[in-house]
């Protein structure tokens, strides 16, 4: 059932012990939490259910004016739960449970989101920079291939693609999270593609080269997506104009403060 217009919203099933009010409550020195993500703006928290253990993402405000302008968007909270339905159906992120939404007159109050927690995981990040086992890390870069490609296939464009967005457990299984930005786009362009690989960083502190794990994860790509283009040089193309935005706006904001 879509979310309709009353002002209190809630979908899925919320893991027992736990009543909204409850994970509304929590704090970052709360006890029930074991482990702690994320503190600013987000409450990215490890919980413990009668369900086992489950990650809580419960949205704040950067900036003051995003709540302002949150009755014309739409909660970061629904989308996370709306594109992690679909994601979901191909395995490719964590197992969304419970989504909840306060509003008033449109302004959001309360946003927050469950999922199954991966336990144990590393972040993609981290993984690169600290595995050693060459044939580990080769398929774990095909492996995100694979995921980016079917998620890609289902028609979300994630529009923030960042290794600290992907997570990795013991059987190098990849999973994508951070979805509060994506859009179904029903059918992504070769732009729309680029776009959202460009913010992918092949670590330079990897045992392999930048350009092997490009070179890895950009052939299977290609065959996941079964669009056999130059996708590697598109790659570098869309990141050098990525890094040449965030350099210009870098000074702009120099300029300002």
């Not at 253990?53 to 709540?67: A, C, D, S, Y």
């Not at 729309?192 to 790509?221: G, H, M, N, R, T």
């Not at 079964?226 to 120099?254: S, V």
């Amino acid at each position: 059932m879509p979310f309709s217009i009353l002002t209190e919203q809630s979908l899925g099933t919320l893991p027992k012990p736990y009543s909204v009010s409850d994970i509304l409550k929590l704090t970052k020195n709360s006890t029930a939490i074991l482990k702690i993500f994320d503190t600013n703006p987000n409450l990215v928290a490890l919980l413990d259910s009668d369900e086992g253990k489950i990650v809580l993402k419960r949205f704040g405000w950067r900036n003051p004016l995003h709540f302002y302008i949150s009755p014309f968007k739409y909660s970061r909270a629904r989308m996370s739960w709306e594109t992690s339905q679909t994601l979901d159906s191909a395995g490719i992120t964590p197992k969304p449970l419970f989504v909840h939404t306060k509003k008033k007159l449109g302004f959001k109050y309360q946003n927050f989101f469950i999922t199954k927690a991966i336990e144990p995981h590393v972040k993609f990040r981290k993984f690169l920079k600290e595995e050693r086992n060459i044939k580990n890390i080769t398929s774990a870069i095909q492996n995100l291939a694979v995921a980016i490609a079917k998620m890609h296939s289902l028609g979300i464009y994630h529009r923030d693609l960042t290794t600290g967005n992907f997570l990795i457990d013991k059987q190098l299984n990849v999973y994508i999270v951070d979805l509060n930005r994506a859009r179904n786009v029903v059918v992504l362009t070769i732009r729309q593609c680029l776009k959202d690989l460009s913010k992918i960083y092949f670590e330079k502190q990897s045992v392999l080269p930048q350009s092997e794990l490009a070179d890895y994860f950009f052939k299977k790509y290609a065959l996941q997506s079964e669009l056999q283009l130059d996708w590697l040089t598109g790659y570098w193309k869309y990141r050098k104009r990525l890094i040449r935005y965030r350099k210009k706006r870098l000074r702009l904001r120099k300029l300002f403060k």
